[in-house]
């Protein structure tokens, strides 16, 4: 699979390893002094317990993998969570998870091969898959409380490429990943606020982002809002009928798209 440039809006390159400290802070203070038993809609069946468990869970996994620089699918996700016993503690507990990343992050090159599931076999992989795993969560949290979530526009850009390369890498834990098929159909999602434009092909046995050569290309669907919108869209945070964004074109190929695009 080709993938296009990362849209450049003249941004400095998003940190991930900074940020993933930055957007933890936010996560846990947005739970600090809540109801930590409130549910979490748009993760059904989930707590505000247990959104920051699974975080900070996740945080210490992907720090232990990148710590032992795997080069292979891991066989366990088996990892000492030092989980907290009571669910006033889980805050405190989940910045002290943003502290075993940036040890982890200190001790490893970006630069050093390793697995990983998606397209860019490096550790910083893992880096920027857990920023986006963060912030997402964050955002959940946030959306959970009646809050808007901010989210930088650099950062957003980053999220929604990471997101559209990496997809079509995740049918082994995202089954339905592997319908995405079309005979030659395209999806443009296009930002309103900036640069940041990606043309996603379906073919009858592939999908993946077009090349740059084909951005001219007339897509068969597309769907425009602020890289936030679309970041919160591609997740499954927004629907694309929803009022902060506008769309165009084949109704059925977008409805099949987010029906079969569940990360």
């Known amino acids: 699979m080709k993938t296009s440039p990362r849209p450049d809006d003249g941004s400095a390159p998003v940190d991930h390893r900074t940020q993933v400290a930055v957007e933890t802070a936010r996560l846990v203070a947005a739970v600090r002094d809540a109801d930590l038993t409130t549910p979490v809609p748009s993760c059904p069946g989930w707590t505000l317990t247990d959104l920051v468990k699974h975080t900070g869970s996740v945080q210490r996994w992907f720090s232990t993998l990148q710590r032992a620089a795997i080069q292979e699918p891991p066989q366990s996700r088996t990892v000492d ?3 907290p016993d009571r669910h006033d503690e889980y805050p405190d ?11 982890a992050f200190a001790a490893t090159d970006p630069r050093l091969p390793m697995w990983a599931w998606g397209a860019d076999q490096h550790a910083r992989f893992w880096a920027r898959r857990m920023l ?8 959940d949290a946030e959306l959970a409380l009646g809050l808007q979530p901010a989210i930088d526009r650099a950062v957003a850009v980053d999220g929604i490429d990471e997101f559209l390369v990496n997809l079509p890498f995740a049918a082994f834990f995202a089954p339905k990943v592997a319908n995405l098929r079309a005979p030659d159909r395209t999806i443009r999602f296009r930002a309103t606020d900036g640069d940041g434009d990606w043309l996603v092909r379906l073919r009858p046995d592939s999908f993946g982002l077009a090349t740059a050569s084909a ?19 591609v997740y499954g945070r927004l629907h694309h009928d929803s009022t902060a964004l506008s769309h165009e074109g084949d109704d059925d190929l977008l409805t099949h798209w987010f029906a ?3 990360f």
Do not use: Q
């Open 93 to 103: 507990w989940l910045t002290e998870s943003a502290t075993v990343a940036a040890g």
């Open 132 to 139: 986006f795993e963060t912030l997402l969560h964050r955002a």
């Open 260 to 262: 079969n695009s569940e």
């Open 215 to 233: 951005d001219a290309h007339t897509a068969d669907a597309t769907i425009r809002g602020t890289a936030r919108d679309l970041l919160l869209l």
């Open 81 to 83: 969570l030092h989980l």
